[in-house]
């Protein structure tokens, strides 16, 4: 959904898309707290809340942001991004003490409204397009900022790394509360593994879009998928002492946390503005994709091995594949 999205949001306006999303977002929450059987939970949330709430608002709200910006374009992006990780950080806890108080469905179902209000309030700065939008929503892919095929083979180039990268990413992430708990850590301890984790990610998601503006993203994305490599490799050749282990999830987020934004930015470098949202949003619909199997895989290596390193072992030879693709991007760099 967030393809299509992307791509008639190119064509038109962002508006109208941000108001649908809004919207769909909250009335998937709403309905979600009103099932009565699981078919309606998994029909009402993952179309509403999935498919248009989460389609709008990663790629095509990343793409629009770029196009008010001349100047530190990529540090705009980086925030947008932001948005769904501190999310990901304050809501449960808001909806843990709403649960509490009001039990899961009214606080499902006030927590959507509240959604609903903040978004379309919010889209209300998006009735404006911004002047890039005018001045070029009709430009071909032939006027690209770089012939129309070398684009095109950079995309798929940047696509291919970033399927590998949040393959073995997300072996990671998903399992490595459960790979900390293996090791003998405690519940507690383990559980800080992964916000050190999502909190570096952060620090370094706005830290990459002031380098890439900066640096040419080829090299930013070299730099720091070894640095997740390194992550990686920290957290499981350290003798599952929880110190080591939380500096190696330290560094793979802030690893993890800066590709987005450096990706995102050479696609919109190399794309005109009336179709970088397409294109990024193709692009993202790979990571999304990559997320799902490297969850799954995580979770089919640990129940084939009966051990959780030969998981992050996968996880380091995916992104080892992954920086060998980036480095095709810096030798073809435009």
């Not at 990529?74 to 769904?84: D, N, R, S, T």
């Not at 990901?88 to 009001?102: F, K, Q, S, T, Y």
Request: with cysteine; net charge positive.
């Amino acid at each position: 959904m967030g393809l299509v999205i992307g791509r008639l949001a190119d064509r038109y306006s962002f508006a109208p898309f941000s108001l649908i999303g809004g919207i769909a977002i909250g009335l998937g929450l709403w309905a979600s707290s009103r099932v009565s059987s699981p078919w309606q939970l998994y029909t009402f949330y993952p179309l509403l809340v999935g498919a248009i709430g989460q389609g709008t608002f990663f790629g095509p709200i990343t793409v629009n942001a770029s196009r008010w910006f001349d100047r530190n374009r990529a540090l705009a992006m980086a925030i947008v991004l932001c948005g769904q990780g501190l999310g990901g950080l304050v809501a449960p806890i808001v909806l843990r003490m709403l649960a509490e108080n009001l039990g899961w469905r009214d606080a499902m179902a006030f927590y959507g409204l509240v959604c609903s209000f903040l978004i379309v309030g919010l889209s209300v700065i998006f009735l404006c397009a911004p002047a890039a939008l005018n001045e070029f929503s009709r430009v071909p892919l032939s006027c690209c900022s770089v012939p129309g095929r070398t684009a095109l083979r950079i995309w798929a180039n940047a696509s291919s790394a970033l399927f590998f990268l949040n393959t073995g990413s997300f072996i990671v992430i998903t399992h490595i509360v459960a790979y900390g708990e293996e090791a003998g850590l405690s519940p507690v301890a383990s559980a800080s593994l992964l916000t050190a984790l999502l909190g570096s990610t952060l620090i370094s998601r706005i830290a990459g879009g002031v380098i890439v503006d900066r640096i040419n993203p080829h090299n930013v994305i070299w730099f720091f998928v070894l640095a997740i490599i390194f992550g990686v490799l920290s957290i499981v050749v350290t003798d599952k002492k929880f110190v080591y282990m939380g500096l190696g999830a330290i560094i793979f987020g802030l690893g993890y946390g800066a590709i987005f934004p450096a990706f995102a930015s050479l696609v919109r470098r190399v794309f005109p503005v009336s179709v970088a949202g397409t294109w990024i949003s193709a692009m993202f619909l790979f990571a999304f994709i990559a997320a799902a199997c490297g969850s799954w895989l995580g979770g089919a290596i640990r129940d084939q091995l009966d051990d959780y390193v030969y998981a992050f072992v996968a996880a380091t030879i995916l992104a080892c594949v992954s920086l060998m693709l980036s480095y095709n991007l810096v030798r073809r760099k435009p």
